[in-house]
């Protein structure tokens, strides 16, 4: 049974930064595309960023573009999300996720796999 748990979350200022990790476990998936999704509270869970497998293409919402970075190290089994320049709205639970086949967008939306969340919360 393949698992995906995601993990990196903390409290940091604004202007800050954080590095989330989602570990793959009970398997590999390969030629699964993967990304991060983030859901802030009374809201619904919307697009961050995507990776294909082979890691050749990218994709980031508008709002995190040039301040955070998706990558991905298969041998390991692991989906990275370097954050930067974090704003308070950037607070949210941010979940990792996988599904078969490679992302085409920010409109992608995996249906396979899915982390249990780690939250973020940047203070102003």
């Known amino acids: 049974q393949v698992q995906l748990v995601d993990t990196g979350g903390g409290l940091v200022q604004a202007g800050g930064s954080l590095r989330l990790s989602c570990a793959v476990s009970?398997?590999?998936?390969?030629?699964?595309?993967m990304g991060w999704f983030r859901q802030a509270p009374g809201k619904e869970r919307q697009f961050v960023a995507a990776?294909?497998?082979?890691?050749?293409?990218?994709y980031y919402a508008d709002s995190v573009k040039g301040r955070f970075t998706i990558s991905r190290d298969n041998p390991k089994n692991m989906l990275y999300l370097q954050m930067n320049s974090l704003k308070p709205e950037d607070t949210a639970v941010y979940y990792c996720?996988?599904?078969?086949?490679?992302?085409?967008?920010?409109?992608?939306?995996?249906?396979?796999?899915w982390g249990q969340g780690t939250q973020v919360t940047v203070s102003s």
């Open positions: 996720a996988a599904d078969f086949g490679d992302p085409y967008g920010t409109t992608w939306y995996p249906k396979d796999y």
């Open positions: 009970g398997g590999t998936l390969s030629s699964y595309g």
């Open positions: 990776i294909t497998w082979s890691g050749d293409r990218t």
